[in-house]
């Protein structure tokens, strides 16, 4: 393990979600307040997807998408203190950030190719972490249904509008609220691992609470499953 307390007993932490609720400033700082690995598989999609653009592939055109999955090595840290993302040894960990890439990221991660691909790697990663917190869209679900903890974090759409354009630095509240409802909506309706919240999955819905009071409440959450509770 990278991080933290070396006699943490090995956990694994499904966190699901869609954008705008907590979900990765919670999954890591759980992590680093457990001494636990992290894993932000949105990064891993964002990686492809960057790939994709800066080879000149057609991203209206899945089967092309499909034809190339297999070809970029990414590479994800696993320190919460330092999340790390390299694609063929690039550090991609900014690129991935843009709007471009953002925009595009759910036709990528819609094709069964991609995910299988991407699954793959997850499910390697969390085999070797000795314990971590992995936060995405279907790792409850599909990628880790063995978790031994799910969450599922929800907000209102006009608490998840505002929590972005704040992180996007005073991007237009109302355009940032229909970009992110626009992405959700194909998140959850692709054929493949769509969004979804496991039947076992704990709704902590964060609407009306701080990143504190969260990070408090899923840390809790761990807490008693690891004492058997
Ligand atoms: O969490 P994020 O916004 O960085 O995720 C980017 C995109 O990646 C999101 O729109 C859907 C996709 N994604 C996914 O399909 N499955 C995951 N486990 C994580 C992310």
Known sequence: MENGAPTAKPVVVAIDGPSGTGKSSTSRAVAAHLGLSYLDTGAQYRAITWWMVANGIDLT???AIAAVAGKPEIVSGTDPSAPAISVDGVDVAAPIRTQEVTSKVSAVSAVPEVRTRITELQRTIAAGAGGIVVEG???GTTVLPDADLKIFLTASPEARAARRSGELKGADVNATREALI?????????????LAKAGDAVEVDTTELTLAQVIEC?????????AGK
Do not use: Y
């Open 61 to 63: 055109d899945p089967t």
């Open 182 to 194: 626009r992405r959700d909506a194909a998140d959850s309706s692709r054929k493949t691992s769509p």
């Open 137 to 139: 869209r279907d790792i």
């Open 218 to 226: 899923v840390v809790t959450l761990v807490e008693e499953k690891r």
